[in-house]
């Protein structure tokens, strides 16, 4: 019997995980034949379904509850001179030392002249002096215009303004930017700190939570690659701006989520019986009863998923959509360990402590957030309650503290804010040119004379220093039939982790598709990069195809995919200047503007 659909975003697909380092078995024996397929399913297998009755026994029930990691070929370990105790070491090692090495190289190029340009640079002179206000008193000022430049020249003899200024995004994004400021003090290189170093850590944590969707060090370490020379992710770790800190939270949820899954499918695994051979058999009791005990994963989502909502509040979309996420996986597993009324099991063990762990926590990290507001008297609307309360006593709400009711006006008239901000900008782009990089954000631009600032003296015309916030292209554009790629995988091969990368893409892209009125930017994107790139490793790692393959079939994929590789390293070092507001002549700038809508 095939699953529906809610288990086809949860099934654990029988093929082997792609690795294209996993060893070549010429001598496995064929998987046992599938049942007949219905009417249904033979029209789907025009378009690559593939029901996994039959095929997925074939790997036994622990391999599916708890799939082991993938090692590379004895042969490779031969072919480079090292013993096969050196080679588990070696393997063992690897696991944190590859992503380690991916994450120092990304550091490297985050933080090499980060201070530069010397400059308030796009939304900074919002952000930056926010942030600076926040970590000093509480809450945001109103900053005097035209400041920037003093604070630019001699931050020293900046004053913080008492008086409130009304701001229209939750305040931890302005907390993590303000530590930065509060150790390294009030410019560019301060305020940029923090930004960087989660930018850094996000490609160390992409290249671990890859390694475990796809049981391949190899695989996780290349989507942490990938990470590391996107173009629009590295300008946002080197700007301090809010939504690369969005993206951290993001994707560390993401994270929690997946770790929280093995460790209920492993628990699942260690209650079922096993048989006089030793292999593992389902059962309907044991996989209906069990209850999967203390989460702290799922928890710690919880508080990510609240961290990234009081950075931006489209963080709560994110926040629906990973914990429909995790209780489809709860239902996927349960059936998979053998549950026969699998809803009724999820909705009497599951959906309850889910609930509590991402809502209810989510919510108590949001509040917590806000505590310089509450803790002070100044903050903006910070009294409107208590204002109310003497205006027109006994009102229905009074109940409640001054605070909240305080707090709840602020939300309510920045939502009115967000969704009636239509003003034109030269730089807004409609969600749907995203993918293709339509209309990229300019964040600096001057226009340096020959001999000044870095522009050659031998220069014919002034050169062009520009901070571009684009995406490596070639990469982006493959990220499109990644896309594609992954859909059809979940669609019609049951591949969980296909439906993963699809959920945690969709829940950063779409809800903007819901306004396209509003005035929004190409780098909001940012939320999602990670989730294209590890599409994109999931591409490549079918390209060289799964263990099993002939030795020339993956000889032309790995071929393939490398060349792929290599050309986005390529296309990043060929737009460096541009990421990094480096002067070049004019024509050069000139030859990497591919569309007319990036100038």
Not at 85 to 102: C, E, F, I, T, Y
Not at 435 to 458: I, K, M, N, Q
Not at 505 to 517: C, H, I, S
Request: aromatic share 14%; net charge positive.
């Amino acid at each position: 019997m095939t699953r529906t659909a809610p288990e086809a975003l949860e099934g654990q697909h029988p093929m082997d995980p792609v690795d294209p380092m996993a060893p070549v078995d010429p001598t496995a024996p064929p998987a046992p034949a599938a049942a007949e397929p219905s009417a249904w399913q033979r029209r789907l297998r025009h378009f690559g379904y593939r029901p996994d009755t039959g095929a997925g026994l074939s790997i036994g029930l622990r391999e599916r509850l708890v799939p082991a990691y993938t090692r590379p070929s004895p042969r490779l370990w031969s072919l480079l001179g090292i013993g096969p105790k050196a080679a588990d070491r070696v393997w063992r090692l690897a696991a944190w030392g590859g992503p380690l090495l991916v994450a120092l190289v990304a550091g490297l190029l985050r933080f090499w002249k980060l201070d530069r340009p010397h400059a308030v640079i796009f939304d900074e002179t919002y952000y930056a002096k926010d942030s600076w206000a926040l970590i000093n008193q509480g809450y945001e000022g109103a900053w005097p215009k035209d400041i920037d430049k003093t604070i630019l020249a001699n931050p020293d003899s900046v004053i913080v303004p008492t008086e409130p200024g009304y701001v229209v995004h939750p305040p931890v994004g302005k907390w993590v930017i303000g530590i930065g400021e509060k150790i390294f003090d009030f410019e560019p290189f301060g305020w940029r700190f923090m930004v960087a170093l989660l930018g850094t850590l996000s490609v160390l944590m992409l290249c671990r939570i890859g390694r475990r969707l796809f049981r391949s060090t190899f695989l996780g370490c290349l989507a942490g690659l990938l990470l590391a020379v996107d173009g629009l992710h590295f300008v946002m770790s080197r700007t301090a701006l809010l939504d690369q800190v969005l993206m951290f939270f993001v994707l560390a949820a993401f994270g929690c989520l997946v770790i929280d899954r093995d460790r209920a499918r492993a628990r699942l695994a260690g209650a079922l019986p096993v048989d006089e051979d030793g292999v593992l058999r389902p059962d309907a009791e044991i996989a209906e009863t069990l209850g999967l005990g203390w989460r702290p994963w799922r928890l710690a989502a919880g508080v990510m998923l609240g961290l990234a909502a009081g950075t931006k509040w489209n963080g709560l979309y994110i926040m629906a959509a990973f914990g429909l996420m995790t209780v489809v996986w709860d239902l996927g597993a349960r059936r998979t360990a053998g549950a026969v009324r699998a809803y009724a099991a999820v909705a009497r063990r599951d959906l309850v402590p889910a609930f509590v762990s991402v809502v209810p926590v989510a919510i108590a990290t949001y509040l917590v957030s806000w505590s310089g507001w509450i803790l002070t008297d100044k903050g903006y609307f910070r009294n409107w309650a208590a204002e109310q309360d003497r205006l027109h006593p006994g009102g229905t709400w009074s109940w409640l503290p001054e605070w909240l009711r305080s707090l709840w006006h602020y939300e309510t008239e920045v939502y009115k804010f967000h969704v009636g901000l239509s003003s034109p900008h030269t730089y807004e782009s409609n969600p749907w040119s995203w993918l293709v990089l339509g209309r990229p954000v300019s964040y600096f631009y001057e226009s340096p004379a020959p001999g000044t600032a870095g522009c050659p003296a031998d220069a014919k015309e002034k050169c062009a220093q520009e901070v571009l916030a684009i995406g490596t292209p070639l990469l982006w554009w493959a990220a499109c039939f990644a896309i594609l790629y992954v859909l059809w995988r979940w669609a019609f091969r049951r591949d969980w982790r296909a439906g993963a990368i699809a959920c945690a893409f969709l829940a950063g892209w779409a809800p903007w598709l819901l306004y396209q009125e509003r005035t929004i930017f190409l780098f909001y994107a940012v939320v999602f990069i990670p989730f294209l790139c590890l599409a994109v490793a999931m591409m490549l790692g079918a390209m060289v195809g799964p263990a099993g393959s002939s030795e020339r079939r993956r000889t032309f994929g790995a071929v393939a995919a490398g060349v792929i590789v290599l050309l986005i390293v390529w296309n990043f070092i060929y737009f460096w200047p541009l990421y990094t507001g480096t002067a070049i002549p004019m024509d050069q700038w000139r030859n990497r503007m591919w569309l007319d809508t990036w100038v």
